[in-house]
């Protein structure tokens, strides 16, 4: 039973565009969520954050996005640029646990 | 400061043989999570250590894998009796501290392990 779900495996978008990676949850107790990029033999990097008690965070053109009642997040990156081609994957945590749960991973391409 | 190592990068391991994954965690981390990656799935959380003790260890297969992280050392992974199904990229993360929301970790780059 998934937690975290990812449901576009993967989305191609122009230079310059937005780009919208979206995420549903299933465990109400999750209260922080993470986003993280990977490249192909890399590990994965973290992008950005939300906490369950905010809807909105900002990191310069990534903005994550939280809908407790409809138990989704949203990634937006704008402008996208083709150096954001990559692999992204939604996390989820719970309270004090150190433990993630990931969803699948969306596969973002770029081009120019 | 160096990063999150994991070595060996690629392991390669014929059925029933044993598979040894090792991470040595940032300077100054003393908390460990392993996570294991199967072909077109999200990360699945495996065990999380501190030094000398296992705190989470629900991911983990009942049979066959074991984890240690001790003081003195990198951490291991160990996969005894390997079968096809092992086969996946196995990552590592350090923290400073307990729990995500505090600390946060850094994902190594992994070791893709290979059952032939």
């Known amino acids: 039973d998934q937690q975290v779900k990812q449901n576009s495996p993967s989305l191609s978008v122009q230079e310059g565009r937005i780009s919208i990676l979206n995420c549903d949850y299933t465990?109400?107790?999750?209260?922080?969520f993470l986003w993280y990029k990977k490249y192909p033999a890399e590990g994965p990097t973290f992008l950005i954050s939300?906490?369950?008690?905010?809807d909105k965070n900002e990191d310069g053109r990534f903005t994550v996005f939280l809908n407790k009642s409809a138990k989704h997040l949203s990634l937006h990156i704008v402008p996208s640029q083709p150096g954001d081609s990559a692999v992204y994957f939604c996390?989820?945590?719970?309270?004090?646990?150190?433990?993630?749960?990931f969803g699948k991973g969306t596969k973002l391409s770029v081009k120019p | 400061n160096a990063g999150v190592m994991q070595n060996p990068r690629h392991l390669v391991r014929r059925r029933g043989q044993e598979a040894r994954l090792r991470c040595s965690p940032m300077?100054?981390?003393?908390?460990v999570y392993w996570y294991r990656q199967l072909p077109e799935e999200g990360l699945k959380f495996m065990v999380y250590?501190?030094?000398?003790?296992?705190?989470?260890e629900s991911g983990m297969p009942k049979e066959r894998f074991s984890a240690e992280f001790p003081k003195e050392g990198p951490s291991i992974l160990r996969i005894q009796q390997v079968v096809r199904g092992d086969s996946a990229a196995y990552f590592c993360?350090?923290?400073?501290?307990?729990?995500?929301?505090?600390?946060?970790?850094?994902f190594g780059s992994g070791t893709r392990l290979t059952v032939v």
């Open positions: 996390a989820a945590s719970r309270g004090s646990q150190g433990n993630l749960i």
């Open positions: 465990n109400s107790m999750f209260d922080y």
């Open positions: 939300i906490s369950s008690i905010k």
């Open positions: 993360a350090s923290s400073p501290g307990p729990g995500i929301y505090n600390y946060g970790y850094t």
């Open positions: 250590l501190q030094k000398e003790n296992i705190i989470d």
């Open positions: 300077k100054g981390h003393s908390h």
